[in-house]
């Protein structure tokens, strides 16, 4: 039987007959097969959201009577540092909020799933920097672990700042660029109008049902009820890993650039 094997297989059998001598060949070092993560794979740079001057800066939005504040200019009680949950080590001052970047991320003390949110942000007039290094920071609309772990919305000084379109102000970090551009210039107020839908998960952890963003940037809508491919990630695909109610980040982003603030946040959980 072996025989008749070997005379179907031909000179397929002559290769099998030196196997032995490839086996003794040394073994390929593993960590040369993968190529390292670049982080520019998965930036989009077309194309460009059109640019819309939005209406001027208006004076804070009151929340409404069934809002949490999360920040109303006093104190930072509604928030912990994301590295140690001790407290949040940014600086208030003047009713603004302004990030201090060495104490690293923040987060809401409180976990939510679905809810709407009003957050106010501005970058310093005289900001340095360009593209991602010019005032970076961001929301995460659920922060599932440390660092920058979860899915942000970005915020960046995106006034005449070219950077790529799937990283500019109003994009879901890596994953979808804003539909428009109507960012205000450095020193000016800018509001952020946000409605989330938590992503669901079965019982046995696969996605029941993704989640997705609605946001406006300074009254211009940015975001239409945009479903993640998972959470947002500097380099490689996004997927999903199964979670309950999560706690809202903002992102203390280590580039050089002067830091940006954030006044009157508020945020209405949905039912
Ligand atoms: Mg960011």
New binding site residues.
Partial sequence: MICMLAAALGPLAQVLAITPALAALPAVPSTAAAPPADPHATEQWAPIPPVVRPAPETAPTPPPSDAIVLFGGKDLSEWVATDDAGPARWKVEGAVLTIVKSAGNIQTRRTFTDYQLHLEWRTPKGITGTGQARG???IFLGATGPRDAGY?L???DSFANPTYVNGQAGAV?KQHAPLANPARAPGAWQTYDIAWTAPRFAADGMLASPARVTALLNGVLVQNDFALAGETVYIGPPSYRPHGPLPIKL?A?RDPSPPISFRNIWIRPLP
């Fill in positions: 970076n920071s961001g942000e970005q915020i960046l970090y992102q982003h």
